[in-house]
Nanobody
Framework: QVQLVESGGGLVQAGGSLRLSCEAS????????VSWYRQTPKTQRELVAR???????NYANSVRGRFTISRDNNKHMVFLQTDNLKLEDSATYYC?????????WGQGTQVVVSA
């Protein structure tokens, strides 16, 4: 079983930054893709950023150039550096690990961007 625990969310003013972290534990399947998704009460869960198992990076158009995803395989950590935050970035951010046809999710960390 895989457990994912996110942290780093909070309240930030527009233009500010946050660094989200996700720690994986348990029996972690490899190879795996790691991703960050986000969701609000009014929107479906959407992909924000992904690192594939072979090292390909994908970003949503809305965050490209402002957000950076990274991973530390030795520490089983995934990070999302969020810069120049906008009001519309407010959401609950979820860490995702995908491997061998199975998705694993964390409980989410909330980001609130204020004017």
């Amino acid at each position: 079983q895989v457990q994912l625990v996110e942290s780093g969310g909070g309240l930030v003013q527009a233009g500010g930054s946050l660094r989200l972290s996700c720690e994986a534990s348990g029996t972690i399947p490899v190879p795996n893709d790691v991703s960050w998704y986000r969701q609000t009460p009014k929107t479906q869960r959407e992909l924000v950023a992904r690192i594939s198992a072979r090292g390909d990076y994908n970003y949503a158009n809305s965050v490209r150039g402002r957000f950076t995803i990274s991973r530390d395989n030795n520490k089983h950590m995934v990070f999302l550096q969020t810069d120049n935050l906008k009001l519309e970035d407010s959401a609950t951010y979820y860490c995702n690990l995908y491997s061998r046809g199975k998705d694993y999710w964390g409980q989410g960390t909330q980001v609130v961007v204020s004017a």
